[in-house]
């Protein structure tokens, strides 16, 4: 559990990972300036999301295609896969209203640390490691206004919770599970 973590911390890390892998599974593949407009997002933000997903076997220049100054990417076999569950995580959270939130570095792979069974917040930050305690925290609640998990009291002192997945965020944490993997 602790590796598929780590595997959606590196993929996350960037904040616009989710909606160009989604994009780019929509399209195939697609070329700079059209990602750029189609998700708002900056050219140095863009140029900084595709090296990290080139970096991490994702995406690759279109060979073959294109001209230096209207550079084109698609996606690899490795790339198609997570593109694909990404799609499924960004229509989910479009339709559960937290497209904004789901983008945040530390939002899905904390969900994810709880989606197989209810944990402490020492846990959590055990498996999800480098999180720092104040972004765990700030995730938790993220996730809890959102109704995507729950803290469920322990009856012991000091007062602790544990936090377990809430049945409306079981497709974002299926798609989670194909990308963790």
């Known amino acids: 559990m602790e590796s598929d973590a780590q595997n959606l911390i590196s993929l996350f890390h960037r904040k616009w990972a989710l909606p160009v892998l989604a994009e780019m599974s929509r399209t ?28 991490l076997g994702y995406v690759v220049a279109n060979p073959g295609y294109g001209h230096p100054l209207r550079p084109e990417y698609i996606l690899t076999a ?18 559960l209203g937290i497209s904004e939130l789901a983008y945040r ?7 994810w640390t709880v989606a197989e069974e ?7 930050a055990v498996r ?22 729950r803290p469920l009291p322990l009856e012991i002192r000091p007062p602790a919770n544990l ?8 497709t974002i944490a299926e798609a989670l599970g194909e990308l963790a993997a």
């Open 28 to 55: 195939r593949g697609s070329r700079v300036v059209v990602l750029k407009n189609r998700l708002g997002i900056t050219p140095a933000a863009l140029r900084q999301t595709l090296d990290h997903l080139i970096e």
């Open 78 to 95: 490795k790339g198609q896969h997570a593109a694909d569950a990404c799609a499924r995580i960004d229509a989910s959270s479009k339709r």
């Open 105 to 111: 570095k530390w939002f899905l792979p904390v969900l």
């Open 118 to 124: 209810p944990l402490r917040f020492s846990e959590i």
């Open 128 to 149: 999800a490691r480098p999180i720092t305690d104040r972004a765990l925290s700030q995730s938790l609640v993220q996730l809890e206004e959102a109704r995507l998990i």
């Open 163 to 170: 936090y377990g997945l809430r049945r409306r965020a079981g």
